[in-house]
């Protein structure tokens, strides 16, 4: 069966038909109507070179790089995440253990490995 007569079959109108296939036709081409703004190769540099000259500092939060680059925070974040393969963390201070309560953390977490894996509890 062709395709007019299916449309006949079905009882649409044609000229309706033909122009949601043009459309359709249109839609297909993968060209984008507008350039990117926010994303653009050169934003996912200047952030990349950024976090390399200070990976820690507070300057590179995703709200302070959206100022600088007159973007939403948004577009930031997409931009550490997806384009440079980032994860956001903090680093924490916390206490230095000493040796002999590493190796007392150590001993104490195979002993509870140990019970809990024959199934003894």
């Keep these: 069966m062709?395709?007019?007569d299916f449309l006949v079959f079905l009882g649409l109108q044609l000229f309706g038909i033909f122009g949601n296939m043009k459309k359709l036709e249109a839609?297909?081409?993968d060209k984008r109507d507008r350039k990117k703004t926010a994303?653009?190769?050169r934003n996912i540099q200047r952030a990349k070179g950024m976090i390399q000259r200070s990976p820690m500092t507070k300057a590179n939060s995703t709200?302070?790089?959206a100022k600088k680059f007159k973007v939403?925070?948004?577009s930031a974040q997409q931009i550490l995440r997806e384009d440079l393969g980032l994860k956001p963390y903090k680093f924490l201070k916390r206490q230095k253990l000493m040796a002999a309560v590493e190796l007392k953390r150590i001993d104490r977490a195979l002993a509870l490995y140990q019970r809990f894996s024959r199934d003894r509890h």
């Design 63 to 65: 709200r302070k790089l």
């Design 72 to 74: 939403s925070q948004e």
């Design 27 to 29: 839609m297909k081409t």
């Design 39 to 41: 994303r653009n190769r």
């Design 2 to 4: 062709k395709s007019l």
